[in-house]
Nanobody, 123 residues
Framework: QVQLVESGGGLVQTGGSLRLSCATS????????MGWFRQAPGKEREFVAA????????AYADSVKGRFIISKDNAKNTVYLQMNSLKPEDTAFYYC????????????????WGQGTQVTVSS
């Protein structure tokens, strides 16, 4: 009943910026969180950022803190991930996800996932 569609991935140079979008649809009656995760080849899927759909405090992985910003546009039912000062180590497939329940950084705790979008940062 919840659908997520990511967009905005691409190839950028080191130090560049990119904004990912996650369009959401469906009905959710529980308190939930929106999360961004990423996965590089041969690595585990890792937490990037999250925030409550209702608004409030944001949370970031230490690796992206100060460079990435998670935000939302309620009118468009869209969550964004603004990525600045990109580094080659940011290269990964990025996913948005919905958590039904309390805050969590574990991908296993998120129920709904988008298809993902590739971000590649060249050196």
């Amino acid at each position: 009943q919840v659908q997520l569609v990511e967009s905005g991935g691409g190839l950028v140079q080191t130090g560049g910026s990119l904004r990912l979008s996650c369009a959401t649809s469906g009905r959710i009656f529980n308190i939930y969180y929106m999360g961004w995760f990423r996965q590089a080849p041969g690595k585990e899927r890792e937490f990037v950022a999250a925030m409550p759909w209702s608004g409030g405090g944001t949370a970031y992985a230490d690796s992206v803190k100060g460079r990435f910003i998670i935000s939302k546009d309620n009118a468009k039912n869209t969550v964004y991930l603004q990525m600045n000062s990109l580094k080659p180590e940011d290269t990964a497939f990025y996913y948005c996800a919905v958590r039904i329940g309390t805050y969590s950084t574990s991908p296993d705790m998120y129920k709904y996932w988008g298809q993902g979008t590739q971000v590649t940062v060249s050196s």
